[in-house]
């Protein structure tokens, strides 16, 4: 090779180790932010070009030879500089190695690989074999991969055991032996082209604002003026925040419509459920300028869509949590929609905060950002009360001004289990249900009732599945998973018991083979419930909607719409209803029992519980009919329910923060959490035993500031596929103390046994 055409490279490359690799290539067009293909020890791995080296001798101490460079992957460089910078501060404050980060912020396209194939070079005179290669080839087809032929030619086998091998095709050369790259189709995205847009002004009719609508649209360009600071936009359920996000993007964009690349806008949503009716107000108002991404989407449409931002193709993205990462070609505003809800956090590998990440990125660039919630999050609030962020609020309803009356209904008994035994699953399951008390009868009247005035009702549950768990009546114990620390759900109409922690599922009716034994399925889960309002409300159309159904792309779109469209009565679900959504037609929701995870051992729980209880309630009564919420409930006298009831975030706000100051937690301390893991739990208490131990005697002397300590403590869920958990919470009002400590953990990391896995999360969202 020319060596004087040689560059050499800071790769990042997507493993646990914390440093970058360097490689020399004389391919041109790498840069930083090039995506290549790499030797990696015996693996062909991605990574990241950081930089191109200058200086060799002087940057770089390495004694191994370095490795050449494969091939650059892409023409286009997803990962802009703006990106590379980021993803620096990133890695620097999650503590996460640098390939890591990058290769969440693009979704990894597949790396073209060889494949075996077989080529029809020319067809025989013989007529046998000719027929043969026909039914092998089809009429048009003269190039198949090894794997299609194999397939086809055992098929006709099986039909004439007595045809030729395929080797003798070979042999008489009509059949040629050969390998290819396996073709990637090229985006229309990458061809240069002239970009065109539709004019940005609407061409539907909009809405007049309100008052206090008109107040923050104006207030909000008054303070884009001042200081730059994050917007946090409090308003509660049915105020109209989604319009007021579009009057603000239509403003944006119109001052920015002769930029040599228009403005763009990202809009982030916390759930999947919530892409497809966000999706549908953005497209209406903006057509032809609406990007997609979420989790759902397939690879390659999820890579199109980027390619678009990219280019400028399209101006507004709306997404989940990874869309936070989109390569922007003019980015001017960030909305976060329901910027409270834990979804944004990420919990493996990568344990980053969307909400955060874009904070970060709003303020590298000077944009305006704009945080939306009719429950701000209290570390948000807390930011917006000491004058980080601007507060705009939303005190009325658009259409009716009155929030849903919430009626407390108390459990009138214990919760009824279900025996089981063996034959059971031979029994009728309606006349199973007739006898069930699951839903208060006052409940079940105001649903009859709403259903007969032709409108709708959500029912929210706290678990999917069936039933919460089943209970041995010989020993007084729930039956666990054999791999975590968690009593196993029961599903299908009690037939299955999974773990919804590992996936782990087996045959309920297996247990029910011993006579000596019975057993109850205590509780109710989204499953029972339907089944159960259909049984109890002759006539009504019941339909669910959970993780379960939203893990179907097209049947959640289908679920939604449908209920939209008036053809669903009753719509049962999960949490996955409370957020955001937007049922003109709803005007009683009932929530069953939803407070018991005040129950958690998690300090977030009380915070957790009264956004879910008000977010669900605000789901009724979005148009000009008044709505009703029921909550079914052991805990009526709970100050945090009380408060929720009444709609009442002030209160529960000053009670929360007092709890918080008092317990040393968020927003006045910073955290984080050290998980250690092991198949072998002994070795894993004796390891954490020592690191506490030596931990403390490094604070000691070396941080006179106040750092709290906690652990090794067992978490609330110890075991998680045969993996036994330990915790250790760091808090400190100085965040900088807390990296310090955490950075000085993983540089001894080295003295860790090898089977002890070891994850870090910065700013933790759950302590389970």
Known sequence: MNSSTRKHYEVAVACPLEKSFTYYSEEAGIQAGSRVLIPFSSKKLIGVVVREIENLEEDVKTSFKIKAILKKLEEEDLITRELLELGKWLSSYYHTPLGEVYKAMIPQREVARLVKTWTLSKMPEDLEAAETLKKIFGQKKTVLTYTTVQKKYKELLQADPNLPPLEFFKKKKWLIESKEEKKKQNSSCTKKEKISFLDNKSCVDRPTLTEEQEEVYNSFFQKTKELWKPFLLQGVTGSGKTEVYLRILEKILEEHKNSEYPAQALVLVPEISLTPQMTKVFKTRFPNQVSVLHSALPEKERYEEILKIFHGKTQILIGARSSVFAPFKNLKL????????????????????????????????????????????????????SQKFHHLKLTKRVHTGILPHVEL???????????????????DIEKRLEKMSLVEDSILEALRENLEQKKQSIVIVNRRGYA??????????????????????LHNQMKTLTCHYCDRSFATEDLLKDPDKIYAAIGFGSQKIELFLENKIKGARVVRLDSDVARKREELTKTLDDFRNGEIDILVGTQILAKGHDFPKVTLVALLEVDEQLNLPDFRAGERTFQLLVQAAGR?????????????TTKGNHKLILDATHHNYDAFIEDELKFRKDYSYPPFYKMVLLEFSSLDRSLLENFTSQLSFWLENYLEKNFQTDIRLQGPYSPGIERINKRWRKHFLLRSEEAKDLHKIVSFIKINNQKMPGSIRFKIDVDPQSML
């Open 620 to 632: 009724a009564g979005r148009s000009e009919d008044k709505g009703v919420v029921y909550l079914q």
């Open 334 to 385: 960030i909305v976060i929609d329901e910027e409270h809800d834990t979804s944004y956090k990420q919990s493996t590998q990568f344990t980053y905060h969307a909400r955060d990440t874009a904070l970060i990125r709003a303020q590298r660039k000077k944009i305006p950002i704009l945080l939306g919630s009719a429950t701000p999050s209290v570390e948000s609030f807390w930011n917006a009360r």
């Open 468 to 489: 919460y768990y089943l209970l041995d009546l010989t020993t007084k114990k729930t039956l666990r998973c054999t791999e975590c620390s968690v009593s196993m759900t």
């Open 409 to 427: 209904v108390e459990v009138s008994g214990d919760s009824k289990g279900e025996k089981l035994f063996p034959g059971f699953f031979g029994r």
